[in-house]
């Protein structure tokens, strides 16, 4: 993933997500808890970003295998 749109994910979710960290009504665990949660989600969504992207390489390299293969039968 480029380090542009990895950075745009988590300020994305930093924006959205980590609103109730200024809440005061939290005490200063649980911030860390939520914090700490977050990180996480963001990290996970990024390591399927990741498993997703090379999912689809193999796809696309098993169909032009397949394609390729289907040629040197032909010939």
């Known amino acids: 993933m480029p380090r542009d749109k990895l950075l745009k994910i988590r300020a994305d979710y930093k924006r959205i997500s980590y609103r ?3 809440d005061r009504s939290f005490t ?3 911030r860390a808890e939520l914090k ?3 990180d996480t ?3 996970n969504r990024v390591a399927n ?3 997703n992207l090379k999912r689809a390489a193999f ?3 098993r169909a032009y ?3 390729f293969s289907r040629k040197i039968v032909e010939t």
């Open 20 to 22: 109730p960290l200024a």
């Open 28 to 30: 200063t665990s649980e």
């Open 36 to 38: 700490s949660a977050l």
């Open 41 to 43: 989600h963001i990290e």
């Open 49 to 51: 970003y990741y498993k």
């Open 59 to 61: 796809i696309k390299l």
């Open 65 to 67: 295998l397949s394609k």
